[in-house]
């Protein structure tokens, strides 16, 4: 088939990699403005959590193409990575005479390492080994009431930062947004998008540990 072959080919491997990656991005949107509640107050977040599984089957059918996204982006990430030890050029742009060896480049897959482990932990802390009598609200001040958590937790969504900050240009590049007339914005976007998960998601941590969510 004529599809199985385009994703075996290089570039075939880099349009799986950078619409995987796209469709991450947007759930870290969606993720985010769901999150953003904690501010709020725990009621708030409640509510929302409570409205979010107040369908568990569409939830279950989200769940499981999240993670068969999250494979797929793993998967191939890999296998460019692989395959970028013998070539020259940068192992996402479909251009080879777009290069970009920048610190997040060169340790993007050491923070993907880091972001896996930091799902692992996550997803096992707030959903498998989730006591199931209290609240997630009341599980989430619990969670970052616990200083190395919380440390870990910033500390994730900075390599997610690095991470994004040559993934967004990456992705980008090999949807074919190479031009001079918009590098100027996507060098822009590369920190703005990235910063914006951080402050959003690093923030929640902080906003425990520094008392200013006393009144959750």
Known sequence: MWLLSFIKSSIGKKMVMASSGLLLILFLAIHAFGNAAIYMGSKYFQIYADTLHGFPVLVLIFSVGLLAITAAHIFVGVLLFLES????????????????????????????????????????????????????????????????YSLFYITAFIALAIHLNHGFWSMLQTFGFNHPKYNYLIAKLTIIVPLFFLVLFGGIPIYFMTGAGAAY
Do not use: Q, W
């Open 85 to 148: 030890r013998s070539e020259r050029y940068s192992r996402y742009a479909v251009n080879t005479r777009v290069v970009e060896n920048t610190f997040a480049s060169r340790t993007m897959p050491y923070t993907g390492l880091f972001i896996l482990l930091f799902l692992i932990i996550h997803v096992f802390g707030f959903n498998i080994a989730a006591p199931a009598d209290i609240s997630i609200s009341t599980l989430v001040k619990e969670r970052f009431s616990v200083f190395f």
